[in-house]
């Protein structure tokens, strides 16, 4: 009997003590952001401290009092009401940032706490710093008609076909006359430009955003354009060489549909020409099937050097069908250990670029 009670105590004191734990909860009352991500794009350390206000919306049945706002950056400074925020009143944090030397995209972090929410509400800042160099001529080395561009060539990188690859590059006017782009900024049809800001006076810096349109393009793998820049006031364009290594996109496709689409098989991936000489000039043929169930369009073929000349005999490979590829490697020149490749573009979707390998040892 003495054991039972001693356990309903014991129970009793258990339920007791949990009381004033549950009485500490505390229901989180938020603010409702109008933004709870800033994104202020390219900022120029030279331009100085930039302003941003989040504003937040009481939508609670309480008052709520912003206590404290805290930051993880020292270039990141704040303002924020002091006053009461009643129901459907709205409250704000200003934040100003200080560009400095640490370039690049970033992402600051605000907390907001407030009398209804001591764990605190995050919010955050985004955006892309480009520091002031040192030395703005080494640093925008390459000047064509007093545009500086820090390399002679501007790389897209990798451009697929279902949309277009948009790039941010810096150029320097050292010239006495500002900088503003024609309506007619760009000769190619794939290209088109945007300048930011619209004017780039003398000794300033700008930002030239390029939408390079794949598909318009026409093409596959790399290619190499000039691109070609009007300025209004300059008598001549300003060109510089424009870069790309352009795929062609497709949907992923199911695994239960990958023996209906166009397969692209090739003989042989590898092809070991072992010991040659120097002026002896190799021929070989690939055999290349369409193990698919749809038509196999080649789109390009290409090698990397010009020592190797390719011929096809169909770019149209029907399913179960095959065609052959030949080769001609020119080796004059060369020694040593020497490797080519031929790139196959093909409406294959599941391998829509596919490599030969040439491997041989020149004497």
């Known amino acids: ?125 985004q955006g892309n710093n480009i520091p002031l160099p040192d030395d703005l001529m080494a640093a925008y080395a390459h000047q064509v008609k007093n545009v500086g561009f820090r390399l002679p060539a501007i790389n897209m990188g990798n451009v697929y076909t279902n949309e277009a690859k948009r790039k941010l590059v810096e150029i320097y006017n050292f010239g006495v006359d500002s900088l503003r782009l024609m309506s007619n900024a760009s000769s190619s049809d794939f290209i088109d430009l945007s300048l930011f800001p619209e004017v780039i006076g003398p000794d300033q810096r700008g930002l030239i955003e390029i939408a390079y349109n794949g598909a318009d393009r026409a093409d596959f793998g790399f290619v190499s354009d000039d691109l070609i820049l009007n300025f209004e006031g300059k008598d001549e364009p300003v060109s510089i060489k424009l870069l790309a290594n352009i795929f062609e996109y497709f949907e992923p496709i199911p695994k239960s549909m990958v023996q209906n689409v166009p397969r692209l098989g090739i003989q042989d991936v590898e092809i070991d020409l072992k010991d040659i000489r120097a002026n002896q ?77 040439v491997k041989s040892t020149i004497k």
């Open 1 to 125: 009997m003495n054991t039972h009670k001693f356990y309903l105590l014991f129970a009793l004191f258990l339920m007791i003590n949990a009381l004033p734990i549950e009485a500490q909860v505390i229901e989180r009352q938020l603010l409702f952001w109008e933004n709870r991500t800033i994104d202020i794009g390219t900022v120029f350390e030279e331009n100085g401290k930039i302003e941003v206000e989040f504003l937040g919306l009481n939508q609670s049945d309480s008052l709520i009092l912003i206590s404290d706002v805290i930051t993880d950056c020292g270039c990141t400074t704040v303002e924020f009401s002091q006053d009461t925020i009643f129901q459907s009143k709205v409250g704000s944090v200003k934040i100003s940032y200080e560009p400095d030397h640490r370039g690049g995209p970033f992402t600051k972090l605000i907390v907001v706490r407030t009398n209804q929410d001591i764990y605190g509400d995050t919010l955050y800042l």
């Open 281 to 357: 000039i190799v021929k070989r043929k690939v055999k290349l099937t369409n193990q698919g169930g749809e038509p196999l369009q080649v789109r390009k073929v290409v090698g990397n050097c010009d020592c190797v000349l390719i011929n096809l005999e169909s770019l149209l490979i029907q399913p179960n069908e095959s065609t052959d590829l030949e080769f001609t490697f020119d080796p004059m020149g060369r020694r040593g250990i020497d490797h080519k490749h031929i790139t196959i573009f093909s409406n294959d979707p599941v391998n829509p670029v596919r490599t030969i390998v």
